[in-house]
């Protein structure tokens, strides 16, 4: 049977020696990884030698489509980039919205794989016959915005997926930018992109992918729409009031904590409620391909209009650091965005360093709640100019630099974001045993112990949180296959994905189908990171959480209980007690 | 393993778990969807079921009443695990199942002798399950046939109905599992009260008979 979703066909850039090939796309391997982030995994996995430094030109990126991007499907506007990681020395992949998959796809290719490192800056441009290399020397240097806007005026209707400065100094967790503003953020992938001196990738391709049975697809679709239209998350809340609606809830239950994890959140809520900012500064939502909801927010403060900021944003340079002021918040956020940096890693590095220079740790004089201090810092990061060399390394460099690494709030090297996992134990085991370091991402159990999707459970037991964090990360890695966003996950099910995907391609998918692909993707990441020695030694937490019990607040005296999930953990995944897929797993999931 | 019902021989988590178990099932049993000492409700923590034990009621399970069995191979606790249990097992191995209810709701059965399906026709029970199948097998309790009968249709439902015997719904989370038992049961309830009626109802979504 010919192929639909997929066009299975690929192409291989040498950016070294300016040569690309296509290539085909065994079916079994589409079959077993679907595309996007299990494609990544696949690829890097075997044909990536073990040890290689992530700046190394040996190291390379997998672009990557899934076989419902640019369908009829809701939110299938996605795009999925692996490569290995600067900040962890692990596998990464970042997923990203905005409007750049369909152009990529629409170039009649699944995946792009980049190798080698130009010789000179430059930005391929890929449409469905051919791979360009074009000269980007006048646009190194420029920030996301000019480079955007730039190529944007060269090219017309394209997608634009761009670095800025950070990424181009090598910072550790710079981002790559779609659309000017939505990013590809954790992880480093700029970083990867700057050391192989490619500004951007630029796709103007117009084909969309063939659709097997497109009556049966439209009929999931439509039942798709209808449950994410009556949930209230997905039909209310997150159109409304965006990611800050989460800001609300999470204040309320004492799941948020402030200057590096050190105290809880108890203060501020009036000034960083989604109601105040809706007020008195959003300008209009924003809604990446082919979404229904519109999370994202466009604010208007003192006429200038600005993107953003997200609930993560809000946590990680905002009141992280002391600063509880949204005009404040969203100008930071926008000058991380324009710089290439991922506001997770940047927010949460600083509040290392602001802590350690008030420890008297580091001879520098940092404060909290200092907004101008921030941005001169963000700033120097970018360049890695002064104490931004530093910084521009991740809190864990950072705070091992000076002999204390329990400082650096992180898992595997990857800072932590908003959820205080001492606050929810589900949270502490989905961020300890996560592949790519510490992600909300990988495994939300914040729905289940906050949230209640689809039920709530207690979220002081350790019971319970090993076999829900298995199945959501094994879910979740399919999804980020497919690629689907994430937050229709409040509404729609493997069910629905699994019979979606089974009238756009005319394979047979069942709901388990959907759920061992994700296991058997998480656990090729897993084998991925084991080979390069990041094993079951790194599943585990900044000293803080699981020692110091939060010191007020709704949350008062919890601590996370992670030694009593993980081994649990390990049995269900059928792998040992350091972490490691046993024989028999790896066999059963025909890795 | 030598038989010893009781806490002293579980993990750290068996009291969470029982406590969990017994909540459930006397909700179960309130509602009248575990007849008498019928019915079966597990819940899986790691390689290891969590199972109401044979002879109990379901409303009144007490910290002595649940057992632990392995999810591979036997050990002498099977002695007084529920006569499901390789039923549960089984599902959990073809599945990524957390939690199991099998319960005997009156409706849901009374549906499963004259029909092949229950593709509600209420709206909350539409939005939640778009349709039911209703399996059917010779011998329909702790069977092989009803084994593989239910592996099969579980892969891709969160519930069935086993003609003449009773639900079985699947789930990550215990509660969860307890709720689309009700579901089943509540549009097993409104379907055969419609078909009674011997109007045809007017709200039927034909293209979730296809789902």
């Not at chain 1, 077993?32 to 996995?45: E, H, N, T």
């Not at chain 2, 007849?35 to 199972?51: E, L, M, P, Q, T």
Request: aromatic share 10%.
């Amino acid at each position: 049977m010919p192929l639909y979703g997929w066009f299975g066909r690929a192409v291989e850039i040498d950016v070294e020696n300016r040569k690309f090939e296509y290539y085909e796309v065994d079916e079994d391997v589409l079959l077993k990884y679907l595309g996007g982030r299990g494609y990544g995994a696949y690829y890097l996995y075997h044909n990536m030698r073990r040890g290689i430094d992530p700046f190394d030109p040996e190291n390379i990126i997998v672009l990557a489509s899934g076989p419902l991007t640019n369908t009829p499907v809701p939110t299938s506007g996605r795009f999925s980039a692996s490569t290995k990681s600067p900040l962890t020395g692990g596998l990464i992949d970042s997923n990203c919205g905005g409007h750049f998959a369909p152009f990529f796809k629409g170039s009649r290719i699944d995946f792009a794989i980049i190798k080698g490192v130009a010789e000179t800056p430059t930005y391929l441009l890929i449409d469905e016959a051919k791979v360009e290399f074009r000269d980007a020397s006048q646009l190194w240097g420029k920030d996301v915005h000019e480079t955007y806007v730039a190529l944007k005026n060269k090219h017309g209707r394209c997608g634009v997926s761009c670095i800025g400065p950070a990424g181009e100094n090598l910072v550790r967790f710079a981002s790559v930018i779609v659309d000017g503003h939505r990013a590809h953020g954790r992880g480093g992938l700029g970083a990867v992109f700057g050391s192989k001196k490619i500004k951007a990738v630029v796709a103007i391709g117009n084909t969309r992918p063939a659709v097997k049975d497109q009556h049966k697809t439209l009929i999931i679709v439509k039942d798709m729409l209808k449950l994410i239209d009556a949930n209230p998350i997905t039909g209310k809340a997150l159109s409304l009031l965006g990611t800050l609606s989460t800001f609300n809830i999470m204040y309320r239950y004492g799941v948020l904590s402030t200057r590096n994890f050190k105290d809880p959140l108890v203060e501020g809520f009036e000034e960083l409620s989604a109601e105040k900012y809706h007020k008195l500064y959003f300008h209009r939502k924003f809604a990446c391909h082919n979404c229904p909801v519109g999370c994202g927010r466009v604010s208007k403060i003192d006429g200038r209009i600005m993107m953003g900021p997200e609930f993560e944003s809000q946590f990680a340079i905002g009141f992280n650091l002391g600063i509880y002021d949204y005009r404040d918040i969203v100008e930071i956020h926008n000058l991380c965005n324009q710089l290439g940096l991922d506001t997770i890693s940047m927010g949460v590095t600083l509040s290392c360093a602001i802590e350690l220079s008030q420890e008297g740790l580091i001879k520098e004089s940092l404060r909290w709640g200092d907004p101008q201090l921030v941005k001169r810092l963000i700033y120097e990061t970018s360049q890695r100019a002064g104490f931004g060399e530093l910084l521009a390394e991740g809190s864990l460099k950072l705070a091992k630099s000076v002999g204390h690494g329990e400082y650096a709030m992180q898992v595997k090297g990857m800072e932590l974001p908003a959820y205080d996992p001492r606050a929810s134990q589900g949270m502490g085991l989905a961020y300890a045993t996560s592949n790519r370091g510490a992600c909300h991402l990988r495994a939300y159990l914040i729905g289940v112990e906050i949230l209640g999707i689809p039920k709530r459970v207690d979220r002081t037991l350790s019971a319970f949180k090993a076999g829900l964090c298995v199945i959501q990360q094994n879910l979740y890695a399919a999804v980020d296959s497919l690629i689907l966003c994430r937050f229709i996950g409040y509404a729609t099910h493997e069910e629905h994905y699994s019979r979606v995907l089974e009238a756009v391609t005319g394979r047979s998918f069942s709901s388990e189908d959907i759920m061992e692909i994700g296991e058997r993707i998480y656990n090729v990441e897993r084998l991925f990171n084991v080979r390069e020695g990041i094993d079951g030694r790194y599943d585990t937490l900044p000293k803080r959480m699981l020692e110091e019990p939060i010191s007020g607040g709704p949350s008062q005296g919890y601590i996370t209980k992670l030694y009593d999930m993980l081994q649990e953990y390990y049995e269900l995944r059928g792998w040992d007690s350091n972490g490691v897929p046993r024989r028999e797993k790896i066999e059963e999931l025909k890795i | 393993m030598v038989f010893q019902g009781g806490r002293k021989l579980k993990s750290s988590k068996y009291e969470e778990i029982w406590r969990e178990i017994s909540r459930i099932g006397k909700k179960l049993y309130d509602k009248g969807y575990m007849v008498s000492h019928a019915g079966n409700i597990s819940i899986r923590a790691g390689n290891k079921i969590f199972i109401k034990r044979r002879g109990v009621s379901a409303g009144d399970i007490g910290p002595d009443d649940v057992v632990e069995v392995p999810l591979y191979g036997d050990d002498s606790n099977i002695l007084i695990a529920s006569s499901e249990t390789y039923v549960h097992r089984e599902i959990y191995k073809a599945t990524s199942a957390l939690a199991i209810i099998h319960a005997h709701p009156p409706f849901s059965v009374i549906y499963s002798l004259t029909h092949d399906e229950l593709v509600p026709y209420d709206v909350e029970a539409e939005y939640f399950l778009h349709k039911v199948p209703i399996i059917s097998v010779e011998r329909a309790t702790g069977s092989k046939a009803l084994e593989d009968a239910l592996k099969k249709t579980l892969r891709n439902y969160k519930a069935c109905i086993v003609r003449g015997h009773g639900t079985f719904a699947i789930s990550h989370i215990l509660e969860e599992a307890f709720h689309i038992t009700c579901m089943v049961e509540h549009a097993a309830f409104v379907n055969y009260f419609v078909d009674l009626s011997g109007l045809k109802s007017k709200r039927l979504i034909k293209e979730l008979k296809e789902w």
